[in-house]
């Protein structure tokens, strides 16, 4: 059974991050506040994390469209081939804060996505999440947690999300009540930026 874990928002406690941080680095599953809904993730460089996780969603980890959360831009180069300036300018004037920035992926990605052409980059706007990222040292892999009522579509209530999902995954994390509005996703790697899909950040950004 998982792990309930109380962190605030404002003033993460240190002694929290470090058990959360553990539990990535052991290859544990954690369900964490972000900027928009409650996310799934795993740290990005165990693939056997990377599976569960896609066997939790119901899907092939090559197929998986999940997101890698950073803590600021400077994991980019890691995972994104190099990026123009005004790309550049729209990821620093957007981030952190509510969006999936679609980018070109680059030899760097892990295994599992090698085959990819692009990768979806997030930095939220929140400082448990960045915290935890930061810490670990990597961004973690990252998709949100769907529900399956179509009216409801994302639990907000970090006592329900762990009621549902206690036996699935190692550490919930409780940061608040999430949003029920998932991030914007903008996919900057054509010549024009293209919205793919507008969620809670506004598009005056691009």
């Known amino acids: 059974m998982a792990q309930f874990i109380k962190i605030y928002n404002d003033n993460p406690n240190q002694r929290e991050v470090d058990k959360v941080v553990k539990v990535l680095q052991s290859g544990g599953i954690i369900i964490y506040p972000t900027d928009t809904v409650y996310g799934l993730g795993c740290d990005i460089t165990n693939m056997k994390a990377m599976e569960k996780v896609a066997r939790i ?13 950073c803590n600021d831009l400077s994991h980019l180069s890691d995972y994104v081939k190099q990026i123009d300036t005004p790309t550049y300018k729209i990821l620093k004037r957007a981030l952190p804060g509510p969006y999936t920035f679609i980018l070109p992926g680059s030899t760097n990605l892990p295994k599992a996505f090698k085959k990819r052409k692009t990768v979806g980059i997030r930095v939220p706007d ?56 998932a991030s914007t996703i903008i996919d900057l790697t ?14 005056d950004v691009i």
């Open 126 to 181: 929140n400082t448990i999440a960045r915290t935890i990222v930061k810490q670990l040292g990597n961004p973690i892999v990252s998709t949100s947690i769907h529900d399956e009522d179509e009216v409801i579509e994302y639990t907000t209530d970090p006592e329900l999300i762990f009621e549902k999902w206690q036996n699935l995954v190692d550490i919930v994390i409780d940061g608040g009540y999430g949003d029920n509005l």
């Open 57 to 69: 969603k119901g899907m092939k980890l090559e197929k998986s469209n999940f997101s890698f959360v």
């Open 190 to 203: 054509e010549d024009e930026p293209k919205v793919i899909r507008a969620g809670k950040g506004s598009l």
